[in-house]
């Protein structure tokens, strides 16, 4: 008679990789899927999209940190004519008949290993419905499937939640998981926290937001803003070496995402974002055009991050150079380009071309780079910037650019 033992064997690297990667695919196909219709502040679809998140971080076992012991904080806040500019109260007339409150619910799940000092780790899973206010698309209503944004976030999230989870990993910190609704709407599910705290906002070490992480380029460049709001951010992110990601850098802690509202409070702040396109807030941002393998990578790179942070105890804040300051020109015409925020050679790259602008119109594509506007030489996004905003409507000007290695001249007149 023979004895046949059976071991469960551990999971190698490549097969917990593929799961990770199974898993990042399941929650961005569900949350960008068209049945939620776009995740709009205070539609169904949005509220469907919070439950399946409530759901998730109990799967992973995270603490309820919302409102009377759910993982659910709840808000309320009015819409105004502009979409960024926050009021919260009762119901308000604006001429137009009445404008009712809009309610949102921020997702909050809790990692307590019971230190003194608690980190905020946070992506918005709201998007913009069949368009909204925000939308740069110019056709019909259309679901606005947001996958990279911020599906793509949201999903990075959860799988460093579940990381984060696992008995005695990086546990010098706690670890604050929030799910923020609003941010479309003006950031609104952030600043109703920071006046709201489930904890104390003194006890916040610091906070990491990802906001669109789904589009990681060949050149493998991961921006990261917010860098001047602590002096030990640079020297760490500097030593990093993880996945062979480049870094690119802002220092302000202030920008179009949640990381602000925290910055505003003197928390020091990171963002991270794999860029802008051509998709971003119009229907075209669907989950065909996620790179999952790259998701992965800002994961492993932040979870790096975290462990360098580790053994850092509590990090210092510093005021940020402003990088919307008085010396950022104003433009009075625009060439209708998307520029590659993550491009750090010579010239300004176009990451896409703005349907219907004076761009299409004369042939740019993406992958373009201006080298010349008028009598004003492009080596970079600031003298992009200062040559445009030397035109005015009606103006006749030249437009050099490479493309392919070639150098291609455009007559153009600004509209």
């Known amino acids: 008679m023979s004895i046949i033992l059976l071991f469960a064997c551990k999971p190698n690297k490549e097969e917990i990789k593929q799961q990770n990667l199974a898993e990042l695919k399941a929650d961005v196909s569900f949350l960008a899927s068209d049945s939620l219709e776009g995740r709009e502040t205070g539609t169904k679809g949005e509220q469907i999209a919070a439950q399946y998140l409530v759901n998730r971080f109990k799967d992973l076992g995270l603490i309820t940190m919302g409102d009377s012991s759910s993982f659910q904080q709840v808000f309320e806040f009015i819409p105004k004519a502009n979409p960024h500019v926050m009021t919260s109260g009762d119901s308000l007339s604006m001429g137009m008949g009445t404008v009712k409150p809009v309610n949102g619910s921020n997702i909050i799940g809790f990692i307590d290993n019971k230190a003194a000092k608690t980190v905020v780790i946070g992506a918005h899973f709201d ?3 069949m368009g909204s206010d925000n939308s740069l698309f110019t056709g019909e209503p259309a679901i606005h499937n947001g996958a990279d944004d911020n599906s793509s976030g ?23 998981i929030i799910a923020f609704s609003g941010e479309e709407k003006g950031l609104w599910g952030s600043n109703w926290f920071c ?18 992480v789904g589009r990681l380029k060949a050149e493998r460049t991961l921006a990261i803003n917010g860098v001047g709001t602590s002096p030990q951010w640079m020297p760490i992110l500097e030593a990093l070496s993880v996945d062979s990601i480049n870094i690119v850098t802002t220092e302000s802690g202030v920008g179009p995402s949640d990381h602000t509202s925290f910055y505003l409070k003197d928390i020091p702040v990171l963002h991270f974002f794999t860029g802008q396109h051509e998709d971003y807030h119009k229907p075209s941002d669907d989950i065909e055009k996620i790179n999952f393998e790259g998701i992965l990578s800002v994961v492993n790179y932040i979870d790096a991050l975290i462990s360098k942070l580790n053994d850092q105890g509590e990090l210092e804040f510093s005021k940020s150079k402003d990088d919307n300051n008085s010396d950022t020109p104003r433009f009075k015409v625009t060439l209708g380009v998307v520029p590659d925020y993550l491009y750090s050679g010579n010239g300004m790259r176009i990451d896409g071309v703005s349907e219907g602008k004076l761009a299409q119109r004369l042939g740019l594509k993406s992958g373009d780079i201006v080298i010349a506007l008028g009598d004003s030489l492009v080596t970079d996004m600031m003298s992009y910037m200062h040559a445009l905003s030397a035109h005015s409507a009606g103006d006749s000007s030249l437009l050099r650019i490479e493309r392919d290695g070639s150098e291609i001249s455009f007559p153009l007149k600004f509209d």
Do not use: F
Not at 166 to 174: F, L, R, V
Not at 201 to 206: A, K, T
């Open 154 to 176: 949201v999903a990075a999230l959860l799988e460093l939640a579940q990381r984060l989870k696992k008995p005695g990993y990086h546990s010098a910190n706690n670890y604050l």
């Open 195 to 212: 006046k709201n705290p489930t904890i104390q906002l003194e006890s916040i070490n610091y906070m990491l937001n990802l906001d669109m």
């Open 127 to 129: 998007h913009l419905g």
